[in-house]
């Protein structure tokens, strides 16, 4: 039959990937299982987001890696010193840090995908900046082109060669998206708490219905493609 050649096959294969072995042991048995086990519904419990001490930490980490253990060498998980359920506990802290340490893993990605857009020289097609004559504020700026600033040099040049009004535009927009991001409303209107309050950390809220603007799309996932 084809049984025989197929697990040779699969083994073979299996062989050369030690990461495809992990994922494809559990398949292949399902294989040779009897149809009725497999028909059995199956009720898969949703995650529950949990305040965690530094206990619950040094438990978690020896069951991940009995080998390396619990390894904090500066001591940030034992830093809270305030009563549970105060915003200076260790479980508050600890959400604190999970939630500093995902924000700035995004923060870093995309920072270094800008990185490499610009190191390219990858720029929109138009200006930046250019004179509107409604003003008399705007009536005289010089026209800058995304190409110009593009031609300054590496990406921190670009950054210096940028008028200051722009400056000052995207250090107000980051303000507003960490404003938004710690706002317990928001986290409130999407059935969340803040992270420190026993909140899932990473989470960032949606602006819809949020603002009298409207805003078309979110910041985390704006295609809805983890909805699908």
Same mark, same amino acid.
């Not at 040094?58 to 991940?64: D, F, I, P, R």
């Not at 995304?146 to 009004?165: C, N, V």
């Not at 986290?187 to 960032?204: C, F, I, N, S």
């Given at each position: 039959?084809?049984?025989?050649?197929?697990?040779?096959?699969?083994?073979?294969?299996?062989?050369?990937?030690?990461?495809?072995?992990?994922?494809?042991?559990?398949?292949?048995?399902?294989?040779?299982?009897?149809?009725?086990?497999?028909?059995?519904?199956?009720?898969?419990?949703?995650?529950?987001?949990?305040?965690?001490?530094?206990?619950?930490?040094?438990?978690?980490?020896?069951?991940?890696?009995?080998?390396?253990?619990?390894?904090?060498?500066?001591?940030?998980?034992?830093?809270?010193?305030?009563?549970?359920?105060?915003?200076?506990?260790?479980?508050?802290?600890?959400?604190?840090?999970?939630?500093?340490?995902?924000?700035?893993?995004?923060?870093?990605?995309?920072?270094?995908?800008?990185?490499?857009?610009?190191?390219?020289?990858?720029?929109?097609?138009?200006?930046?900046?250019?004179?509107?004559?409604?003003?008399?504020?705007?009536?005289?700026?010089?026209?800058? #082109? *995304?190409?110009?600033?593009?031609?300054?040099?590496? /990406?921190? &040049?670009? $950054? +210096?060669?940028?008028?200051?009004?722009? @400056?000052?535009?995207?250090?107000?927009?980051?303000?507003?998206?960490?404003?938004?991001?710690?706002?317990?409303?928001?986290?409130?209107?999407?059935?969340?708490?803040?992270?420190?309050?026993?909140?899932?950390?990473?989470?960032?809220? #949606? *602006?819809?219905?949020?603002?009298?603007?409207?805003? /078309?799309? &979110?910041? $985390? +996932?704006?295609?809805?493609?983890?909805? @699908?």
């Amino acid at each position: 039959s084809d049984s025989p050649r197929a697990a040779s096959s699969n083994f073979r294969l299996l062989r050369r990937s030690p990461v495809l072995s992990m994922l494809s042991f559990q398949q292949l048995s399902l294989s040779y299982a009897p149809a009725a086990a497999l028909a059995a519904p199956r009720t898969v419990p949703r995650s529950v987001t949990k305040m965690e001490t530094a206990a619950d930490l040094e438990s978690l980490a020896k069951q991940l890696n009995p080998t390396v253990g619990f390894y904090d060498p500066l001591g940030f998980a034992k830093s809270g010193m305030g009563e549970a359920g105060t915003l200076a506990s260790e479980e508050a802290v600890i959400g604190f840090l999970r939630q500093a340490e995902i924000k700035h893993g995004r923060v870093a990605m995309a920072g270094f995908v800008g990185y490499c857009v610009h190191a390219n020289g990858i720029t929109f097609p138009w200006n930046i900046q250019t004179g509107i004559a409604q003003t008399s504020i705007t009536a005289n700026l010089p026209t800058i #082109s *995304f190409a110009d600033i593009s031609a300054a040099g590496a /990406p921190g &040049d670009m $950054w +210096d060669a940028l008028p200051t009004a722009a @400056k000052v535009q995207i250090i107000l927009v980051v303000g507003f998206l960490e404003m938004h991001g710690e706002n317990s409303l928001a986290l409130e209107a999407d059935g969340q708490k803040h992270y420190v309050r026993g909140g899932k950390p990473g989470y960032y809220p #949606s *602006f819809q219905g949020r603002y009298p603007h409207p805003v /078309p799309l &979110d910041l $985390w +996932d704006p295609f809805g493609f983890t909805k @699908k």
